[in-house]
């Protein structure tokens, strides 16, 4: 188990590159097996989520060839279905989540796929109706084996339809998606997640010659055809990098220029940050955050405090809820924290309550937070980091605080964040990598 050694109170400056978006590849990734030309995938993060998704293409038989320093050329010609059967594939699958959208494309192109319960974040439950309601409705069998905790889906033919989601799941969202475009006929899907990296998956499959109309919105219609080809794909930058170095130049009152954020595309990110009291400027289509000694949290319009939850998109995205928490807790005023999707996301405040920060765990989905306004730095404490985003939440905090800071199982942080240390460091931070 890895960790970050840092020892914080120092302030960054300078350029900041986010890398590409690791929920976009994730899906991007998955979709090369629905052709079997050549795919080209630029941006492609080096994180350990999306290397381990690109070792399980290249073990299913897909060509992948490394052309650039983030470009990737993929070939599934020759898909050898035979490993979903194998011991290695068990193990590999389930050490993410995003391996979970595999099985779209594997429905429509081969009429067969399984999956044991994947991994990623425990973070509450996570459940996968609607993927596998999605399936049935377009005519797969579906069954689950709970002795090996493994899900199946077999069906000859994929015929379209009409559905309403069982929730607005993003990772659902994409394998319905998949499925569909090589079905027979008409799909129509009501209450579609409709996230950026939705869109761009949708993009994508129709320059590969899928009939996607709908796009962005939560009512997607597809007309089925029968082959899909080849493309190339540019990932966007990670729109949840982005937000967190947002949240941790505010914190560590730091001057720092994130580059080329694709702000179109950023939604709701930047104004709740700017609720939250962060004043940033957009330069073309880079955000500059200036180096601030304090930062106020709005209120509501009624004098009331500001609550911040997250929704689905174009809601504020779960993935950032705990960044602005831990921007909170040196804000000026006070938030409510309110986690609405997920059920254990927000038990990472101990530690911040142990750094010192003013925080009441009012339930396991909401947080008072009493911001000190940053006339009591947080302390370096020992910490485990529990999930990504907890993870680099931590981070941040142990970033602004005085003394040197632990940060234990940094392999959380890693499969989401390309060379953090790294790139802070660049900054002027001090993270020290023990492994
Ligand atoms: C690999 C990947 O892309 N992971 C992301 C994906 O996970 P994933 O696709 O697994 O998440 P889902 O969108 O399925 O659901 C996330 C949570 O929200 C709940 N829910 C969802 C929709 C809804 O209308 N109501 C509702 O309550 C679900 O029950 C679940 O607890 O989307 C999540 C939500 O943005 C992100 O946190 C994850 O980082
Ligand atoms: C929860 C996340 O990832 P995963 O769905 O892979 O667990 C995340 O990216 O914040």
Known sequence: MASFEIIGGKRLKGDIYPQGAKNEALQILCAVLLTPEPVTIHNVPDIIDVNKLIELLKDFGVKVEKTGESTYLFEAKNVNIAFLETDSFKKKAAALRGSIMILGPLLARFGKAKMPKPGGDKIGRRRLDTHFLGFEQLGAKFSYDSGDSFYQIDASNLKGCYMLLDEASVTGTANVVMAAVLAK????????????????????????????SGIGSNLLTIEGVDSLGGTAHTI????????????????????????????????????????????????????????????????????????????????????????????????????????????????????????????????????????????????????????????????????????????????????????????????????????
């Open 185 to 212: 006929g008409k799909t129509t899907i009501y209450n579609a997640a409709c996230e950026p990296y939705l869109q761009q998956l949708c993009s994508m499959l129709n320059r590969m010659g899928a009939k996607i």
């Open 236 to 435: 966007l930058p990670d729109m949840i990098e982005i937000g967190s170095f947002i949240g941790m130049a505010g914190m560590t009152s730091s001057e720092v220029t994130i580059k080329n954020c694709r702000i179109d595309m950023l939604g709701i990110i930047p104004t709740i940050f700017r609720r939250l009291g962060i004043k940033m400027e957009f330069r073309g289509d880079d955000i500059h955050i200036p180096s601030q000694d304090s930062y106020e949290i709005e209120t509501f319009i009624d004098g009331s405090i500001l609550t911040i939850s997250d929704a689905i998109w174009p809601g504020f995205t779960p993935d950032l809820m705990s960044i602005a928490l831990v921007v909170a807790t040196q804000a000026k005023g006070s938030a409510l924290i309110h986690q609405k999707m997920f059920e254990s996301r927000l038990f990472f405040v101990d530690k911040l309550i142990d750094m010192g920060a003013q925080i009441i765990l009012c339930d396991p989905h909401r947080a008072t937070v009493i911001g000190l306004n940053k006339q009591i730095p947080l302390r370096g404490i020992q910490m485990t980091s529990p999930d990504i985003r907890a993870g680099v939440a931590l981070l941040i905090a142990a970033l602004s605080a005085n003394g040197k800071s632990t940060i234990h199982n940094i392999e959380q942080i890693d499969r989401g964040y390309q060379n953090i240390d790294t790139r802070l460091n660049a900054l002027g931070a001090e993270i020290r990598r023990i492994s």
